[in-house]
């Protein structure tokens, strides 16, 4: 982002928006256990746990937490990934299943190490091997794979919290986004009021009707695609 001259907040408002705005059986890593506790700390819905951990490692880099803010691991994007699998992004599940793996290959052959044991720069420089297209082991190609994982992560990141990203409302603070307002004051209209975010989901205020998590994510997949 910087080689074109753009800042990461600049591109962090730009991407995320419109997400703002808006509104699977349990797989355990050997047959009897009970759910595998994920990186953040509640039990997986679709991955496993070698699984979650590539993907939240990806997630914090592709989002990372710097001088201006928690990114998507605080977010908990990789748990909204792992819970839409299991539903409104089922269709994508292989696809994860198999460039998750091709990921840690990646890692392993090209830095020697698995992609979570990597430090920040080498993770950095896998994921820009995907973004080229330079990475192998990928159906149909890295880049395909690297633009999927980025999609649903900026999702996560900055979506309703109600879907199990943007954990305790740090994706809308980052953007400065106050949250839904069914009132607006004439102050609040006023050029940079500096509004006090209000810190509600949508399907808090009693209007807007849940749909299940893992079922119905359809602005989503019109807006982002899979």
């Not at 809308?172 to 006090?196: E, I, N, S, T």
């Not at 807007?208 to 602005?219: C, E, H, M, N, V």
């Amino acid at each position: 982002m910087r080689r074109h001259g753009i800042s990461r907040r600049k591109w962090l408002k730009t991407a995320g928006l419109a997400g703002a705005a808006v509104a699977a059986p349990v797989r355990a890593l050997a047959e009897g256990q009970g759910p595998a506790a994920a990186p953040w700390g509640d039990p997986l819905e679709t991955l496993t746990l070698v699984e979650a951990a590539i993907l939240d490692a990806i997630t914090a880099r592709l989002i990372p937490t710097d001088e201006n803010g928690p990114g998507a691991r605080e977010a908990r994007a990789a748990r909204y990934i792992d819970r839409a699998l299991g539903g409104a992004l089922a269709s994508s599940l292989e696809a994860y299943r198999q460039g998750l793996a091709a990921v840690d290959r990646h890692a392993a052959t090209s830095r020697g190490a698995r992609f979570v044991d990597l430090a920040p720069r080498d993770q950095d420089a896998v994921l820009t091997d995907l973004e080229r297209g330079a990475a192998p082991g990928f159906t149909p190609n890295s880049t395909a794979f690297f633009t999927l994982v980025r999609t649903h992560t900026i999702q996560g990141t900055f979506g309703d919290p109600y879907y199990g990203g943007n954990a305790n409302f740090v994706g809308w603070d980052l953007l400065g986004y106050p949250g839904l307002r069914l009132a607006v004051a004439p102050g609040d209209q006023q050029f940079d009021p500096g509004l006090q975010p209000t810190h509600v989901s949508a399907y808090d205020l009693g209007m807007f009707t849940p749909k299940p998590s893992r079922a119905g994510i359809w602005w989503m997949r019109v807006f982002y695609g899979d």
